[in-house]
């Protein structure tokens, strides 16, 4: 192992923790303009140190796909100058950004002289487990840094030498511009995770990017609150009045525009009464990008194409796999979709303002879309300076967790000699009133 990509590890998890929770406490009070400066210096250390990042990517690549690394895992590892170049981008994309800290979001006199505001404010340290890429480390350190939480970083085995690179220029660059010491640290086994899980004294949320399996252990193994991203079993259904060209457009683009991702497409529904005109046309573009389709009967009485399972429902392929079932209405899509779908992102093609307003309304996912690709459920596109994950929870954060998923709020109340002993005895009283 190359000795430049080594990290000098003098702490043990639980160290590692509380030296990350004190630096939260510093983070809070860190100006905008110390964070955006703080940025600005991650993104030119990041590009300086170009050689040395793109060459532990290139010993990762190769130790992994001689360890037979599954293509989609190794697509994912590959960190190379495009890659690099987009995360600088998203980088100064974020410091465009409104800092989400001490933002007012409630004013209110109780009475006269007492007032009360609830003011937004970090998290504290968050824990964040996700997979083989690179790039996801860059855009999640940074938004917590933006956000002034602190992190604990576990990426995927098979980026180790990037993932040291990686946080030790961010974690030098942000120290020289004034960042508190060990705000960002990372962990390498699965030992330091599980025992990071025990550790609720010090780390406030835990955010696993990964399968419905690898984000119940996490929660099955913690009293430390848990944000979970799960597989994204992702769905479009095309309506029964349609654009061909349009409809046909749409499922290509969700399914092949980059298919290792957890916002592309895996199951196609399609109504009845459009399935002859949409299928032979899909067919014919998926097979320009080796798109293997597994269809229910009624699909294959009109394509050629491998029959479906059950449990091809149930999957997250992340690979040049469709499965597709034609349906009676647009009720059985959504009961199909609510019950197959992993929340994450479904999307409807249709002309018809009532289809797309049901479908609207009654999928259970945290991102619901019409005649657009699913592809689009992304923290940047969305204007949130990338993403630490996509949540499909429903309590605190939902959907791409940008800058203002990664902040909770604290009351504020001032007042000038005030005690609840005049309220109870009725000598004062409260009149709320809105600042």
Known sequence: MNNTYCVVRDMDTRSMALEAKKASILMQGVSTELKNSALERIAGTLLERKDEILEANKQDMERSAAEDLAAPLLKRLKFDEKKLNDVVEGIHSLIGLDDPVGKTLLARELDEGLRLYRV?????????????????????????????????????????????????????????????????????????????????????????????????????????????????????????????????DIVADSKTQYVAVCNALETLLIHKDSAEKVLPALKEALDTKSVEIRGCERTRRIIPCKKVSEEDWKTEYLDLVLSIKIVDSLDEAIEHINTYGSGHTDSIVSRDEESVKRFLEYVDSGNVFANCSTRFSDGFRYGFGAEVGISTNKIHARGPVGLDGLVTYKYKLIGDGHIVADYASNKRRFFHRDL
């Open 120 to 248: 937004s404010c970090p998290i504290g340290v968050i824990g964040i487990i996700f997979e083989s890429r690179p790039d996801a480390l860059v855009q999640i350190s940074t938004l917590c840094l933006k956000s002034g939480n602190a992190v604990l970083l576990k990426g995927g085995r098979e980026a180790t030498l990037t993932n040291r690179i990686l946080t030790q220029a961010i974690s030098e660059a942000s120290m020289e511009t004034g960042m508190p010491d060990n705000w960002i640290n990372l962990l390498e086994s699965r030992e330091e995770v599980n025992e990071m899980l025990a550790l609720d004294e010090y780390v406030d949320l835990i955010i696993p990017r990964g399968s419905n399996e690898f984000v119940r252990y996490i929660m099955d193994n913690s009293r430390i609150p848990v944000l979970g991203h799960a597989d994204g079993i992702c769905h479009v259904y095309i309506d029964r009045d349609i654009d061909v060209k349009r409809a046909v």
